[in-house]
DNA sequence: CGACAACTTGACCATTATCAAGCAAGGTGG
DNA sequence: CCACCTTGCTTGATAATGGTCAAGTTGTCG
């Protein structure tokens, strides 16, 4: 205990941030904001999941993130939100005013560094993300995800390391691994059969074999 | 000329940085910091352009990022990098102490300012990678990069906006745009022969049809 | 119980990867 | 100055991973 804040000079960014803004609760699919809309809020995820996504012309779509709680997302540099936002599931989200937000971080340090930490956050996932989505194989892919969902999952609401609950659809795993839907239940399938997971149910996975996981995620 | 400044509250956020550092030179295919190194400087290309990659186990590559004069990398919240810098071709960088960097950020917010800029441009590009990643196909790939190069050497060093210069390797885009180098000259090749681009040499690309190429980009 | 959405599975196909030559440009040493 | 080598690029033939199209199955909600 004797140094116990070391790891979080910033103690909680989320928190911090969260405090500053007004909860608002969105319904499942609902969208939080649209693409090239005014971009007024960021947000900070209190309860549930949402899904932060690009869509292309001609339908094709790809989830840059799905954020848990704790997880901030709506972050700009420009006025205008470069994608959208939406509800995975039921969901509970701080709003707070970017004017609010940046007025404040100038007079407070620790503001300012929970600001920090919580872009650069989003910059790492984002980085790990393309050698996903540039090199990895199906399979690597399918077991990066249920890896990472799971250890983040367990961090946000103290959930178990070896089950994990899929709040998304298949589809949205898919447009969030670069896959489509059948290939992403192919290779859950095939997982299964390796005995490296087990499917209770669609949306539980229990993680019977993580080293065999690890492998995968290189 | 009225309000001239309005783009740039903190102006030319790279080169707030860039003042804090030291001038280094790298040669073609040296290395400027390696994966899981220490993290003890942040950088400003100066001139010449930098690859910041992450290498598997097995030796696939995905390059996150070309870095052009005027881009910073080097980024990290904690204190190892989690990519490694190469230089492209002859290149010079600002070298700046993170440990000066963020204790003069505390105080003067010009410079805050330039971080977020710096930092905010580098999360933008990843995400709209992501989405070349995940979902677009090779012909739209190539035809995306060439654009985006043309306009970023464009703006950094007053290049011609329809004459390219390649400064990296077929393998080094391959790696950037998740393809194989034989798939990158074959998609080169392809765009010739349908007179959207055409190659003078391998190292120079013209953009005979832009509005082909802006097809391409969705 | 019926209807609908979400998921799984199968058969076939296409894009891209792999493997293997061949070619072009640039540098070096005789 | 030229033969030789190296490196980087292109092209071709073939293979494989993942995509597409089409049925089925499961599960949920009225």
């Known amino acids: 205990m004797a140094k116990g804040a070391s790891t979080d000079e910033c103690a909680r960014p989320s928190l911090v941030v969260a405090a500053l803004g007004a909860p608002v609760t969105f ?11 005014l971009a007024e809020h960021v947000y900070v995820v209190l309860s549930g ?6 869509l292309m012309g001609d339908g094709r779509r790809q989830i840059e993130a799905f954020c848990l709680p704790g997880d901030a997302f709506g972050w700009e540099t420009g006025d205008r939100y470069r994608f959208s936002a939406e509800a995975v599931n039921e969901c509970r989200v701080a709003r707070v005013k970017r004017s609010v937000l ?24 984002a980085q790990d993300h393309l050698l996903l989505l540039g090199r990895k194989t199906a399979q690597e892919r399918v077991g990066t995800f249920l890896l990472d969902l799971a250890r983040r999952s367990a961090a946000a609401t103290g959930a178990s390391l070896t089950e994990v ?33 087990s499917l209770p149910s669609s949306r539980r ?4 074999d993580r080293s065999a996981l690890r492998r995968l995620d290189s």
């Open 49 to 54: 999941v949402v899904r932060v996504c690009k």
């Open 102 to 125: 940046f007025a404040r971080a100038g007079s407070n340090p620790e503001l300012a560094c929970a600001l920090w930490a919580l872009s650069f956050a989003e910059l790492q996932r």
């Open 27 to 37: 319904s499942r699919n609902s969208e939080i904001f649209g693409d090239d809309e």
């Open 205 to 208: 996975v229990l993680l019977r």
């Open 165 to 197: 609950q899929l709040p998304m659809s298949r589809q949205d795993i898919a447009d969030f691994l670069g896959l489509t839907i059948e290939t992403v239940s192919r290779t859950l399938t095939c997982l299964e059969e390796q005995a490296t997971i």
